[in-house]
C-alpha cells in the first residue's frame, strides 16, 4: 500500500502541470469526452490552488514571525 500511496503522490507532483496545460489542448483538437480524464483534470486544478493557498500561507506566517517585537517602557 506505502507503494501504491508514494507512485501517486510522485504522480501527482510532477504530472499535474503538463496535464493541466496540455488536457485542454488535446481536448480542443479531437480527444473523446472522458469523464474519468475530466475528474482527474479537475483534481489536478484543485491540487494547484492547494499549493498556492499552502504557499501563501507559509509566506503569511514566516513574514509575521520575521517582525521584531514591540518594546515598551515597561519592558526598559
Do not use: A
Amino acid at each position: 500500500m506505502k507503494e501504491l500511496y508514494g507512485s501517486g503522490v510522485l504522480f501527482f507532483y510532477f504530472f499535474k502541470w503538463p496535464y493541466v496545460i496540455g488536457f485542454p489542448y488535446l481536448y480542443q483538437h479531437g480527444l473523446n469526452n472522458n469523464y474519468i480524464l475530466n475528474l482527474l483534470w479537475f483534481y489536478c486544478i484543485f491540487l494547484i490552488m492547494k499549493d498556492f493557498y499552502m504557499f501563501y500561507k507559509k509566506r503569511e506566517v514566516s513574514d509575521s514571525s520575521d517582525e521584531k517585537p514591540k518594546v515598551t517602557k515597561e519592558d526598559e
